[in-house]
C-alpha cells in the first residue's frame, strides 16, 4: 500500500482506532469464545480471519497518520 495522508482531523481516526478496539473485543468475547467456534475450526478460522482484517485497518491507520 502507498504511503498516504489521512486527510481527516485527527480525532477521526483515533474515534475510528477505538471502534475497532470496541468491535474486535465484541467478536472475541462473544464470538471466538463461543462453543461453537471452539469445537468448529472452519468456523472459528472464518472469524479470526475477519479479526486479522481489522488489525490490518488499525495497522493501516497508524502507519499513515
Not at 7 to 27: A, C, G, H
Not at 44 to 56: G, N, P, R, T
Amino acid at each position: 500500500m502507498g504511503k498516504e495522508k489521512l486527510e481527516l482531523p485527527k480525532e477521526e481516526y483515533q474515534q475510528m482506532l477505538d471502534r475497532i478496539k470496541v468491535i474486535s473485543n465484541v467478536i472475541d468475547n462473544n464470538l471466538q469464545q463461543h462453543p461453537v467456534a471452539k469445537i468448529n475450526s472452519q468456523i472459528k478460522d472464518h472469524i479470526s480471519a475477519a479479526v486479522d482484517e481489522l488489525h490490518k485497518a488499525v495497522q493501516y491507520i497508524k502507519d499513515n497518520d
